[in-house]
T-cell receptor, first 113, second 111 residues
Framework: DVKVTQSSRYLVKRTGEKVFLECVQDMDHENMFWYRQDPGLGLRLIYFSYDVKMKEKGDIPEGYSVSREKKERFSLILESASTNQTSMYLC????????????FGQGTRLTVV | SQQGEEDPQALSIQEGENATMNCSYKTSINNLQWYRQNSGRGLVHLILIRSNEREKHSGRLRVTLDTSKKSSSLLITASRAADTASYFCAPDSGGYQKVTFGIGTKLQVIP
Protein backbone atom coordinates (compact mmCIF):
# COMPACT_ATOMS: atom_id res chain seq x y z
CA ASP A 1 0.00 0.00 0.00
CA VAL A 2 1.07 3.52 -0.72
CA LYS A 3 1.90 5.45 2.35
CA VAL A 4 2.01 9.22 2.68
CA THR A 5 3.29 10.31 6.05
CA GLN A 6 3.10 13.77 7.53
CA SER A 7 5.62 14.47 10.26
CA SER A 8 3.16 15.70 12.89
CA ARG A 9 -0.49 15.10 13.64
CA TYR A 10 -0.82 18.19 15.85
CA LEU A 11 1.46 21.20 16.09
CA VAL A 12 1.33 24.40 18.14
CA LYS A 13 3.63 27.25 17.17
CA ARG A 14 4.04 30.87 18.15
CA THR A 15 3.45 33.86 15.88
CA GLY A 16 6.59 34.72 13.97
CA GLU A 17 8.15 31.27 14.20
CA LYS A 18 9.45 29.49 11.12
CA VAL A 19 7.48 26.28 10.72
CA PHE A 20 8.35 23.20 8.69
CA LEU A 21 5.73 20.64 7.74
CA GLU A 22 7.20 17.50 6.26
CA CYS A 23 5.59 14.99 3.95
CA VAL A 24 7.12 11.72 2.79
CA GLN A 25 5.72 9.21 0.31
CA ASP A 26 7.12 5.75 -0.25
CA MET A 27 5.92 4.87 -3.75
CA ASP A 28 8.13 6.90 -6.06
CA HIS A 29 5.28 9.23 -7.03
CA GLU A 30 6.05 12.10 -9.34
CA ASN A 31 3.58 14.70 -8.12
CA MET A 32 3.11 16.03 -4.62
CA PHE A 33 0.70 18.62 -3.25
CA TRP A 34 0.09 20.72 -0.15
CA TYR A 35 -3.42 21.88 0.77
CA ARG A 36 -4.96 23.65 3.66
CA GLN A 37 -8.50 22.96 4.76
CA ASP A 38 -10.69 25.40 6.63
CA PRO A 39 -14.39 25.11 7.55
CA GLY A 40 -16.63 26.29 4.74
CA LEU A 41 -13.71 26.76 2.34
CA GLY A 42 -12.89 23.20 1.41
CA LEU A 43 -9.39 22.18 0.37
CA ARG A 44 -7.30 24.94 -1.08
CA LEU A 45 -4.12 24.21 -2.98
CA ILE A 46 -1.03 25.97 -1.66
CA TYR A 47 1.82 24.55 -3.76
CA PHE A 48 2.51 21.49 -5.84
CA SER A 49 5.52 19.83 -7.38
CA TYR A 50 5.75 17.53 -10.38
CA ASP A 51 9.45 16.75 -10.10
CA VAL A 52 12.44 17.10 -7.82
CA LYS A 53 13.41 20.75 -7.34
CA MET A 54 10.33 21.83 -9.29
CA LYS A 55 7.49 23.74 -7.66
CA GLU A 56 4.37 25.48 -8.83
CA LYS A 57 2.15 27.91 -6.99
CA GLY A 58 -1.34 26.81 -6.22
CA ASP A 59 -4.25 29.07 -5.40
CA ILE A 60 -3.04 30.47 -2.08
CA PRO A 61 0.79 30.47 -1.98
CA GLU A 62 1.21 33.73 -0.04
CA GLY A 63 3.05 33.26 3.23
CA TYR A 64 4.28 29.80 2.27
CA SER A 65 7.22 28.26 0.47
CA VAL A 66 8.11 24.67 -0.37
CA SER A 67 11.13 22.48 -0.89
CA ARG A 68 11.53 19.26 -2.82
CA GLU A 69 15.15 18.15 -2.70
CA LYS A 70 14.32 14.45 -2.97
CA LYS A 71 11.52 12.78 -4.85
CA GLU A 72 9.92 11.26 -1.79
CA ARG A 73 9.89 14.38 0.40
CA PHE A 74 7.91 17.59 -0.01
CA SER A 75 8.22 20.20 2.70
CA LEU A 76 5.93 23.13 3.37
CA ILE A 77 7.51 26.13 5.07
CA LEU A 78 5.76 28.93 6.88
CA GLU A 79 8.44 31.61 6.90
CA SER A 80 6.86 33.60 9.72
CA ALA A 81 3.79 31.92 11.13
CA SER A 82 0.70 34.02 11.67
CA THR A 83 -2.58 33.24 13.42
CA ASN A 84 -4.45 33.18 10.10
CA GLN A 85 -2.34 30.18 9.14
CA THR A 86 -4.00 28.11 11.83
CA SER A 87 -5.53 25.31 9.79
CA MET A 88 -5.51 21.65 8.84
CA TYR A 89 -2.71 20.96 6.36
CA LEU A 90 -2.95 18.00 4.02
CA CYS A 91 -0.24 16.53 1.83
CA UNK A 92 -0.99 14.31 -1.16
CA UNK A 93 0.94 12.47 -3.83
CA UNK A 94 -0.04 11.21 -7.28
CA UNK A 95 1.86 8.67 -9.36
CA UNK A 96 1.94 10.90 -12.41
CA UNK A 97 1.80 9.32 -15.82
CA UNK A 98 -0.86 6.63 -16.02
CA UNK A 99 -2.70 7.41 -12.83
CA UNK A 100 -4.21 10.45 -11.22
CA UNK A 101 -5.42 8.83 -8.02
CA UNK A 102 -4.32 10.98 -5.10
CA UNK A 103 -3.02 9.48 -1.87
CA PHE A 104 -3.28 11.66 1.20
CA GLY A 105 -1.41 11.89 4.46
CA GLN A 106 -3.28 11.92 7.75
CA GLY A 107 -3.15 15.70 8.05
CA THR A 108 -1.42 18.13 10.40
CA ARG A 109 -3.56 20.33 12.60
CA LEU A 110 -1.48 23.48 13.05
CA THR A 111 -2.38 26.08 15.65
CA VAL A 112 -0.50 29.37 15.68
CA VAL A 113 -0.82 31.28 18.93
CA SER B 1 -7.36 20.30 -13.72
CA GLN B 2 -10.50 21.96 -12.51
CA GLN B 3 -12.51 22.14 -9.36
CA GLY B 4 -15.72 20.24 -8.99
CA GLU B 5 -18.67 21.69 -7.15
CA GLU B 6 -20.48 19.31 -4.83
CA ASP B 7 -24.14 19.57 -3.99
CA PRO B 8 -25.71 19.57 -1.46
CA GLN B 9 -23.15 20.95 0.98
CA ALA B 10 -24.75 18.98 3.80
CA LEU B 11 -26.97 15.92 3.92
CA SER B 12 -28.50 14.15 6.88
CA ILE B 13 -30.23 10.76 6.52
CA GLN B 14 -31.27 7.80 8.61
CA GLU B 15 -29.26 4.61 8.62
CA GLY B 16 -30.45 2.28 5.90
CA GLU B 17 -31.52 5.06 3.54
CA ASN B 18 -29.74 5.88 0.31
CA ALA B 19 -27.57 8.99 0.02
CA THR B 20 -27.09 10.84 -3.24
CA MET B 21 -24.63 13.63 -3.78
CA ASN B 22 -23.86 15.47 -6.98
CA CYS B 23 -20.86 17.05 -8.64
CA SER B 24 -20.78 19.59 -11.46
CA TYR B 25 -17.76 20.72 -13.43
CA LYS B 26 -17.05 23.19 -16.23
CA THR B 27 -14.82 21.74 -18.94
CA SER B 28 -14.30 18.35 -20.60
CA ILE B 29 -12.62 15.64 -18.56
CA ASN B 30 -10.66 12.41 -18.94
CA ASN B 31 -12.07 11.00 -15.74
CA LEU B 32 -13.68 11.98 -12.48
CA GLN B 33 -12.83 10.68 -9.05
CA TRP B 34 -14.69 10.60 -5.78
CA TYR B 35 -13.01 10.79 -2.38
CA ARG B 36 -14.16 10.43 1.22
CA GLN B 37 -12.80 12.25 4.24
CA ASN B 38 -13.52 11.14 7.77
CA SER B 39 -13.48 13.94 10.29
CA GLY B 40 -9.99 15.29 10.89
CA ARG B 41 -8.31 12.88 8.47
CA GLY B 42 -6.89 12.85 4.97
CA LEU B 43 -8.97 12.06 1.91
CA VAL B 44 -9.33 8.49 0.72
CA HIS B 45 -9.94 7.56 -2.91
CA LEU B 46 -13.27 5.80 -3.48
CA ILE B 47 -13.85 5.35 -7.16
CA LEU B 48 -12.82 6.62 -10.59
CA ILE B 49 -15.11 6.87 -13.60
CA ARG B 50 -13.70 7.51 -17.06
CA SER B 51 -15.25 9.91 -19.53
CA ASN B 52 -16.43 7.05 -21.77
CA GLU B 53 -18.24 5.35 -18.90
CA ARG B 54 -21.77 6.20 -17.80
CA GLU B 55 -22.03 4.18 -14.65
CA LYS B 56 -19.72 2.35 -12.28
CA HIS B 57 -20.30 0.28 -9.17
CA SER B 58 -18.11 -0.57 -6.22
CA GLY B 59 -19.81 -2.37 -3.36
CA ARG B 60 -22.56 -0.06 -2.06
CA LEU B 61 -21.29 2.82 -4.20
CA ARG B 62 -22.76 3.70 -7.55
CA VAL B 63 -21.32 6.53 -9.61
CA THR B 64 -22.87 7.98 -12.73
CA LEU B 65 -21.39 10.41 -15.21
CA ASP B 66 -23.21 12.59 -17.71
CA THR B 67 -20.62 14.36 -19.82
CA SER B 68 -23.28 16.26 -21.77
CA LYS B 69 -24.44 17.88 -18.54
CA LYS B 70 -20.94 17.97 -17.05
CA SER B 71 -22.16 16.30 -13.92
CA SER B 72 -21.67 13.19 -11.82
CA SER B 73 -23.50 11.66 -8.93
CA LEU B 74 -22.43 9.37 -6.12
CA LEU B 75 -25.05 7.09 -4.61
CA ILE B 76 -24.42 5.24 -1.38
CA THR B 77 -27.02 2.55 -0.87
CA ALA B 78 -28.19 1.20 2.50
CA SER B 79 -26.14 3.79 4.36
CA ARG B 80 -24.43 3.04 7.65
CA ALA B 81 -23.31 5.27 10.50
CA ALA B 82 -19.73 4.60 9.37
CA ASP B 83 -20.50 6.36 6.08
CA THR B 84 -20.65 9.65 7.99
CA ALA B 85 -17.95 11.71 6.31
CA SER B 86 -17.36 14.44 3.75
CA TYR B 87 -17.33 13.48 0.09
CA PHE B 88 -15.42 15.27 -2.64
CA CYS B 89 -15.29 14.96 -6.40
CA ALA B 90 -12.20 15.68 -8.48
CA PRO B 91 -12.70 16.14 -12.24
CA ASP B 92 -9.49 15.43 -14.12
CA SER B 93 -8.77 17.08 -17.46
CA GLY B 94 -5.44 15.29 -17.86
CA GLY B 95 -1.83 16.35 -18.12
CA TYR B 96 0.49 17.66 -15.44
CA GLN B 97 -2.12 19.67 -13.72
CA LYS B 98 -2.92 20.68 -10.23
CA VAL B 99 -5.53 18.62 -8.48
CA THR B 100 -8.14 20.73 -6.79
CA PHE B 101 -11.12 19.98 -4.61
CA GLY B 102 -14.26 21.84 -3.70
CA ILE B 103 -16.04 22.23 -0.39
CA GLY B 104 -17.49 18.74 -0.48
CA THR B 105 -20.75 17.24 0.73
CA LYS B 106 -20.90 16.59 4.44
CA LEU B 107 -22.96 13.45 4.99
CA GLN B 108 -24.37 12.54 8.38
CA VAL B 109 -25.92 9.11 8.78
CA ILE B 110 -28.04 8.91 11.91
CA PRO B 111 -28.15 5.49 13.60
Amino acid sequence: DVKVTQSSRYLVKRTGEKVFLECVQDMDHENMFWYRQDPGLGLRLIYFSYDVKMKEKGDIPEGYSVSREKKERFSLILESASTNQTSMYLCASIPGVGSTEAFFGQGTRLTVV
Amino acid sequence: SQQGEEDPQALSIQEGENATMNCSYKTSINNLQWYRQNSGRGLVHLILIRSNEREKHSGRLRVTLDTSKKSSSLLITASRAADTASYFCAPDSGGYQKVTFGIGTKLQVIP
